[in-house]
């Protein structure tokens, strides 16, 4: 079964630290990865994609990686900020599923001051 | 930057009412997606659709069903509605691209079916 896993469920750090969020896939099949920021009551706010022939993608303070021979992506978070408070989720495509994503259950970010 | 929005951000139905949930993007997008969103159960698709009046079931179409006239709306309709389809709705477009086919959503739209 084609699953997404994202561990742990919830963090919580000090402000201005630098911080990884786990995700792991099951199927090394696929078209790409995608990163989600979701705040309370919100909808979904895309961070990054990487597409399957792509190790890395960065966006400012944010930079996610791609391993699909071990089925992990990791987003680093540089210097944490009160502001990075919600919860992240990724999505994966993966192959010979029409254009639908398979989520995560998201890890829940907390900074503190 | 693509934009896609929903009618509602909050609504209150009662039990059988029939509910319209709409959804609008700008991107010229060929793909939309409805999800809804419950605590510990995560995202669940319920419908997605790859063209104008083409729809293809999700994980969980029971109760619901969807409609596309035009290409930039897709509208969710619980034709009757339940308290267990008390939840977060939320719409989501893409390009039609299968290698390129970052997901866009809107704000959501929190049902409340008493």
């Known amino acids: 079964k084609q699953e997404v896993t994202q561990i742990p469920a919830a963090l919580s750090v000090p402000e201005g630290e630098n911080l990884v969020l786990n995700c792991s896939f099951t199927?090394?099949?696929?078209?790409?990865l995608q990163w989600f920021r979701q705040d309370p009551g919100k909808g979904l706010t895309s961070l990054l994609l990487?597409?399957?022939?792509?190790r890395e993608q960065t966006s400012g303070r944010l930079n996610a990686s791609l391993d699909k021979s071990s089925g992990r992506s990791t987003l680093y978070i540089a210097a944490s900020q009160p502001g990075d408070s919600a919860t992240y989720l990724c999505?994966?495509?993966?192959?010979?599923?029409?254009?639908?994503?398979?989520f995560g259950t998201g890890t829940r970010l907390q900074v503190t001051l | 930057d693509v934009k896609v929005t929903q009618s509602s951000r909050y609504l209150v139905k009662r039990t059988g009412e029939k509910v319209f949930l709409e959804c609008v993007q700008d991107?010229?997008?060929?793909?939309m997606f409805w999800y809804r969103q419950d605590p510990g159960l995560g995202l669940r698709l319920i419908y997605f659709?790859?063209?104008?009046?083409?729809?293809e079931k999700g994980d969980i179409p029971e109760g619901y069903s969807v409609s596309r006239e035009k290409k930039e709306r897709f509208s969710l309709i619980l034709e009757s509605a339940s308290t267990n389809q008390t939840s977060m709705y939320l719409c989501?477009?893409?390009?039609?691209?299968?290698?390129?086919?970052?997901?866009?959503f809107g704000p959501g739209t929190r049902l409340t079916v008493l």
């Open positions: 999505a994966v495509h993966y192959t010979g599923t029409a254009s639908k994503l398979t």
């Open positions: 991107m010229d997008h060929e793909n």
């Open positions: 989501a477009s893409s390009l039609g691209a299968m290698n390129y086919n970052e997901q866009f």
């Open positions: 990487i597409q399957s022939s792509q």
């Open positions: 659709s790859y063209d104008v009046k083409m729809k």
């Open positions: 199927d090394s099949a696929i078209y790409n």
